[in-house]
């Protein structure tokens, strides 16, 4: 039932954050041309559902530690599925920007926290693994959903393809969902208490956590439109990014056991120092051939990220209530993603491109890696804790 439980999490995950996080970026220029709509319009599109999915991971994490994980599912995928065929209806900018919010709220926000703290709970003594593989279902889901909305919309256009993501999700994630169970209480009582303060742990990783979304968000929903900026294909620029995450797929796997090997926090470190060198990188291309090489380097190196970060974010929040404390954290990695989604688009129309978008993206991650040398060093053994620690 462990590794069934891990596998359903990462098929979950795949669709359920693949369609939050990332997947409208396929739906950028479609979006555009058919409705008129600015970038920065499709954009909030993208960053309320990234809204939602913070808000909805404090609500709904404290919810889930009074649920069963199958319940749990069950609210999320249902919730994704509809509000994605309701979306393929919508007629205004508004609508869009409520579903999405719910879909977000709802959805990803009851999932992402409460299936990271059930899968761990599998596996008390090799949790960075058992993460990562969940986390690399989730890298899946980020390549393969627009790769697939590319795909569909040249078929099917904007809407149809919105439809039949929905119709999928529910066919396809129901089932699974429903077959969800508890971990075995000895797991879950054999963890040990944060090595810091939650009075301290918990802020300092909510802002780690949001200048490291922030500048991982703007390659993720603006890498495809820059691409298509050089006038390279939507099929062929979601073949970059479907290449992309599946380097990550490999990362995720590889940082969850460097995670088990050197900790959590170093390995955020080094994930961290390759997004934040990446992302500046991605700007200094222009070929089909240039974007495709650099994203399967990228891919790999900065897939740890993910898998660091809630390997430490477990690790730092109290045992007590943990989906609680992980959806708080991990509300400000949403609240980075609408951010750098946002600012993205709103530095293209601004400046008609994306070199200062993506600078303001590698600024934040600069911001996230101090915070990470910060939280190494309070967590080295004998380290004493600052006087404000309370």
């Known amino acids: 039932m462990a590794w069934f439980a891990v596998g359903a999490a990462a098929a979950m995950l795949a669709v359920v954050m693949g369609m939050l996080v990332n997947g409208l970026t396929a739906f950028f220029i479609p979006m555009e041309q058919a409705q008129g ?4 319009d499709v954009a909030v599109i993208n960053s309320s559902g990234l809204i939602g999915l913070a808000l909805g991971s404090v609500v709904m994490g404290y919810v889930a530690d009074r649920l069963s994980i199958r319940v749990v599912c069950l609210i999320a995928v249902s919730t994704t599925g509809l509000c994605l065929v309701a979306a393929s209806q919508a007629q205004s900018l508004w609508t869009l920007y409520a579903v999405f919010f719910l879909a977000g709220a709802l959805g990803g926000g009851t999932l992402f926290a409460p299936i990271f703290a059930c899968v761990g709970n599998w596996f008390p003594k090799a949790v960075g693994v058992a993460i990562g593989v969940a986390a690399a279902g989730q890298a899946i889901g980020q390549g393969g959903v627009p790769f697939l909305a590319a795909w569909l919309i040249e078929s099917l256009g904007w809407r149809g393809a919105m439809l039949a993501l929905g ?45 490291c979304c922030t ?8 890498l495809m439109p820059l691409m298509q900026s050089f006038c390279i294909s939507s099929t062929d620029a979601g073949g970059v990014m479907f290449a992309m995450l599946l380097a990550a797929i490999g990362g995720r796997i590889a940082y969850g056991k460097l995670c088990d090997l050197i900790g959590a926090t170093r390995s955020w470190f080094v994930a961290s120092f390759l997004q934040t060198a990446g992302v500046l990188a991605f700007v200094q291309f222009g070929t089909l051939r240039e974007f495709l090489v650099f994203s399967v380097v990228y891919g790999f190196a900065y897939a740890g990220v993910m898998t660091s970060l809630l390997v430490t974010t477990r690790a730092l929040t109290p045992a007590r209530n943990k989906a609680t404390w992980m959806g708080i954290v991990l509300s400000f990695a949403w609240l980075g993603h609408a951010f750098g989604g946002f600012q993205g688009a709103f530095s293209y129309d601004l400046t008609a491109g994306y070199g200062a978008g993506f600078a303001v993206g590698a600024l934040a991650g600069a911001g996230n890696m101090v915070l990470v040398g ?3 060093r309070l967590t080295r053994p004998n380290a004493r804790p600052p006087a404000f620690a309370v």
């Open 167 to 211: 119709c999928a999700t529910l066919v396809i994630l129901l089932p699974l969902a429903n077959r969800m169970r508890q971990p075995p209480e000895a797991a879950v009582a054999s963890f040990p208490e944060p090595g810091i303060r939650p009075a301290l742990a918990v802020p300092m990783l909510s802002a780690a956590v949001f200048f």
């Open 215 to 222: 500048c991982m968000a703007v390659p993720l929903m603006h």
């Open 374 to 376: 910060m939280l190494i």
């Open 37 to 40: 709509w600015t970038r920065a």
